[in-house]
């Protein structure tokens, strides 16, 4: 946005003999589309990253929907003995808690294994991306990463709750 005053500013005599050749006009045009660019690819991630969470969200659905299907059966033997709503959902909400769980592990475990691998063998700007990830990790990194797990755990068990909804009801 101070492209214009920057250019102004190296054009002041004090910096003529340092600067041997400039064509600083040229260059407003470009960075006004890397800008743009910039903008259009964030909006892009941004809903790949929705759609992509509404995806995982029906798969968790349809995984519970399979596994209650499966044992009908017990769910039924449950509600002739007397057992109320909340214990018939509870084995099923507790088991997508230990699978989001064990995933989330997974993806540090995976990502921690990553990094240690790929930062001995990068270079210039792999390698200061990777320098700048570690920096936001020890600045508080880690206190979202518990975040986005306890997100995870908490839809995950959400939607296995509304997923045994129909199967308690009958």
């Not at 946005?1 to 400039?22: D, M, T």
């Not at 475990?109 to 930062?119: E, H």
């Not at 206190?143 to 959400?158: F, N, P, Q, R």
Request: glycine share 8%; with cysteine; charged share 15%.
């Amino acid at each position: 946005g101070q492209y214009e005053a920057i250019v102004e500013a190296l054009r002041a005599p004090a910096y003529k003999e340092w600067i041997q050749e400039s064509s600083l006009s040229d260059h407003g045009k470009a960075i006004a589309e890397l800008e743009q660019l910039q903008r259009a690819v964030q909006l892009v991630g941004s809903l790949l990253l929705v759609f992509f969470a509404c995806i995982a969200l029906l798969l968790v659905f349809n995984a519970v929907r399979l596994v209650i299907f499966t044992q009908r059966d017990e769910i039924a033997i449950m509600r002739l003995v007397g057992a109320p709503k909340w214990r018939i959902r509870l084995p099923f909400v507790l088991s997508v808690l230990w699978v989001t769980a064990g995933a989330w592990l997974l993806v540090l475990g995976a990502s921690a294994a990553a990094y240690t691998w790929l930062f001995p063998q990068t270079t210039g700007w792999m390698r200061s991306g990777l320098l700048a990830m570690h920096q936001l990790f020890t600045q508080g990194g880690a206190l979202l990463l518990v975040a986005e797990g306890v997100l995870a755990a908490v839809l995950s068990m959400l939607v296995a709750w509304i997923a045994s909804g129909k199967y308690v009801r009958r």
